[in-house]
């Protein structure tokens, strides 16, 4: 057995700021820990394990011991930098644990940290290096680095090389397998990935979600539902994560019926609703036109963040209700969540479609004086929209002069699609003609 922790030592674990670690670490040094090798090793120990962040802390301190640290120190101390902005400091303390008078040698954990800092510096030589070097003290058949370097190689784009890595162990675990065929997913070689998954003797709900995943990210809504139901029948319990990947399948569809199933499955199952997994039901339901339903959802949300009331929005936008919209965003603004740009986009939206011209202007101006984001072209558009919808031709296009960016055929679109409705010929063709100048 190992020797316990100290109990200043467990007070490390709940620290929330540099400060209380370092009054902890002066009770150590007043208690006469100073020349304790151990307590002040399981206290650096501790800071990168659980602050990652203070790394340097902590490094700083084990410069200044007079001791020599142990191998489980420098290992918990190179994956803390792994983690950080600057990882190439991982190699500092592997090259203190090379050095003869360490007497030390790395193990499995030293080059499974050391393979995830390479990946995180997109260093294919050192990658190379480091690979090289865990294949000389024989680690090349760990899971955990085969795992490591997969990753790594297919995040510096050597697909083919992580495949070559993968076709050479015998028995890759399944974290292996799931590491390979996410990388294939990753870089849209689904059919790849689909190979890998089949040949899985074991799979579990992680190996799922990343196949849904890939189709997802790929552009394949019915695939991942077809996954889905393949889930289903093979017995495999789905997860919020995969139930956010079945619900935006269904919205990519407007598959209302299967979005409702899916909303069922969630019910009976007792997976419970998270911020995410609310949001993207809210969103399936609004792009459905089943606004009742999503405001349902909406209300019964616990936790909401800019995305929740953003998809809310813009589904009292889409569906007409843009004052409701409207009301929305100020309920937003009194809870403190801060709009992003498309948030203010949906909301213009509904302003557009409410015909509500003085609201729409205050919110644009808002933008930028009070939220400091800078109107796109899409923002002029939707005020181009507004102003047009409600016969404000002339307003519209001073509206138009006055942008800082060239106009694009949405915005000249709007305002020929207006001029059309009220008959103002004049305009109507002024608008027509910049259409045909940006076609050519």
Known sequence: ????????????????????????????????????????????????????????????????????????????????????????????????????????LPDNCTFNFLVRACAK?????????????????????????????????????????????????????????????????????????????????CRDTVAWNVMMLGYSRWGKPEDVLNFFHLMQKEGVKADKGSMVLVLSACTHLVALDEGRKAHTYIEENKLGINVHLGTALLDMYAKCGVMNKAMEVFSAMKEKNIYTWTSAINGLATSGAGKAALELFGLMKQEGVQPNEVTFLCVLKGCSAAGLVEEGRELFESMRNICALEPKLEHYGCMVDLYGRVGLLHEALNFIDMMPMKPNMIVWGALANACNIYGNKELGELASRKMVELRS
């Open 121 to 201: 510096m997109m260093a294919l030589d050192t990658g190379a290096s480091v690979h090289a070097a865990l294949l000389k003290y024989g680690f090349g058949n760990d899971p955990y680095i085969q795992e490591g370097l997969i990753s790594m190689y297919a995040e510096f784009g050597l697909l083919n090389f992580a495949c070559l890595l993968f076709d050479e162990i015998s028995e890759p675990s399944l974290v292996v397998q799931t590491t390979m065929m996410s990388a294939c997913a990753k870089s849209g070689h689904i059919r790849f990935a689909r190979q890998v998954f089949d040949n899985m003797l």
């Open 1 to 104: 057995m190992g020797r316990p922790k100290h109990s200043m030592i467990s007070m490390v674990e709940s620290c929330i700021s540099l400060r209380e670690i370092k009054q902890i670490h002066t009770q150590l040094l007043i208690n006469g820990f100073f020349k304790d090798k151990k307590v002040l090793s399981q206290f650096i120990s501790s800071i990168a394990l659980n602050h990652p962040t203070n790394v340097e802390y902590a490094h700083q301190f084990l410069d200044q011991c007079n001791f020599r640290p142990t191998l489980r120190t420098l290992n918990w101390m190179i994956k803390a930098y792994s983690e950080t902005s600057t990882p190439q400091m991982s190699f500092h303390l592997y090259n203190t644990m090379l050095h003869p008078t360490s007497r030390l």
